[in-house]
Structure formats: C-alpha cells, structure tokens
C-alpha cells in the first residue's frame, strides 16, 4: 500500500520553462513533506520541505505547494535547468512515524 | 559536511550466500535507516535504527537483520541472499526530534549498494 505517490514516472521541459513535479498522499496523518533529488550513482539529497501548517515555501528556484485538503503536494522549478536533470522523491512524515517515499519521477530539462 | 559512506558499490553475490552491506556516518547521527530502491516502488524502508544496539522493523524486513554495535555504523544482514533481494540499496541517516525519534529531520543518503544476487 504506497501511501506516497508520483504517477508520473517521468517529466521532459525545455531549458528555462517550468517545471512542475506532482506527488499524492493517502495518510492524513502525514503533517511534514519533503523533496530528495536523486542523481545517479548517488544517494538521494535533501531538496526542500514544507510544514502542514503551510501552504508554500520557497528557496530560490525551487517552491513547494501543499494541498492538504486535496493531499497533494507539487514542485514548482522555475526556470528549469539541465542540472535540474535528476529523479525527483517526494517523502512524508508523521510524528513518531517513519518517512514514506514516492516511487520517484525523473525530470529531464533538455537544452 | 555530513557524510555517509556505504562499503560497496556494486556487489554480485550468490544465491544463498550471506551478504553484509555496511553503512558509516560521521555526524553523530542517532537514527540510522536501511532502504531499498527498486523501479516503480521508490526507496522502501528495511530496518532503522535510533539508538546503538536497537533496531525496529521497516516495511520490508523479511530476509534481513541489522546489527548497530557502535553509534556511526548500522549494518545490513542478508541471512541468505535470493534473486529477489537483487536491488539498490541505501543506508541514510539523521538526528531525531526533540521527542526523541522523529522522522521530521532530513535524512543524509549514502551513495548506495547496488547488490546482484545471481
């Protein structure tokens, strides 16, 4: 029961459009979000993260949107970069309970 | 500069062999996790660990064990390797919450063990 998920397992934009990464959660008990980036031959790394309290947040070209009420939450990358290619994790967390990750999507930001 | 450095990078075993996959972290990190990640699943908890000497059952523990002897290293036991078991594998760690373990922190990622079970 995947408790975290991305549906789309892959996203292509162009160098410098928007890049919009979606991820879904079923607990509602989950009240802090994270984004990891993974590039390969590596170990995920931690991108940004959002409180339940919040509705965005934002560091540099990076934004997170949380919809509790939809159980949504999305990655805005704007503008896009072909550094930015890597694949995408989004995780969840409760208090006292253990983080769950999506199954990942990989961005591809074309030159 | 937190780091977390996994003992292999790639490992081909056999069927039925016991496999060790070790995971070291140099920040005084409490809370240690073993996951693996396989395509289309995203990384999926093994075992973690928040204290030396304890350990607690993630999603998948069947076929595993873990052992933590000392703070910074958090080892992975497969008793007896399967083709099933084939997989990337990534060990991360983090501090715990003010209400003793937490998942609320960022977790640092080894670069992960890509194991072949043949």
């Known amino acids: 029961d995947q408790q975290v998920k991305q549906n789309s397992p892959s996203l292509s934009v162009q160098e410098g459009r928007i890049s919009i990464l979606n991820c879904d959660y079923t607990?509602?008990?989950?009240?802090?979000f994270l984004w990891y980036k993974k590039y390969p031959a590596e170990g995920p790394t931690f991108l940004i993260s959002i409180s339940s309290i919040k509705d965005k947040n934002e560091d540099g070209r990076f934004t997170v949107f949380l919809n509790k009420s939809a159980k949504h939450l999305s990655l805005h990358i704007v503008p896009s970069q072909p550094g930015d290619s890597a694949v995408y994790f989004c995780?969840?967390?409760?208090?006292?309970?253990?983080?769950?990750f999506g199954a990942g999507t990989r961005l591809t930001v074309k030159p | 500069d937190v780091k977390v450095t996994q003992s292999s990078r790639y490992l081909v075993k056999r069927t039925g062999e016991k496999v060790f996959l070790e995971c070291v972290q140099d920040?005084?990190?409490?809370?240690m996790f073993w996951y693996r990640q396989d395509p289309g699943l995203g990384l999926r908890l093994i075992y973690f660990s928040y204290d030396v000497k304890m350990k607690e059952k993630g999603d998948i523990p069947e076929g595993y064990s873990v052992s933590r002897e000392k703070k910074e290293r958090f080892s992975l036991i497969l008793e007896s390797a399967s083709t099933n078991q084939t997989s990337m594998y990534l060990c991360?760690?983090?501090?715990?919450?003010?209400?003793?373990?937490?998942?609320?922190?960022?977790?640092?990622f080894g670069p992960g063990t890509r194991l072949t079970v043949l």
């Open positions: 607990n509602s008990m989950f009240d802090y």
């Open positions: 920040m005084d990190h409490e809370n």
């Open positions: 995780a969840a967390s409760a208090i006292n309970n253990d983080m769950r």
């Open positions: 991360a760690s983090s501090y715990p919450g003010t209400s003793g373990f937490s998942s609320y922190n960022e977790q640092f």
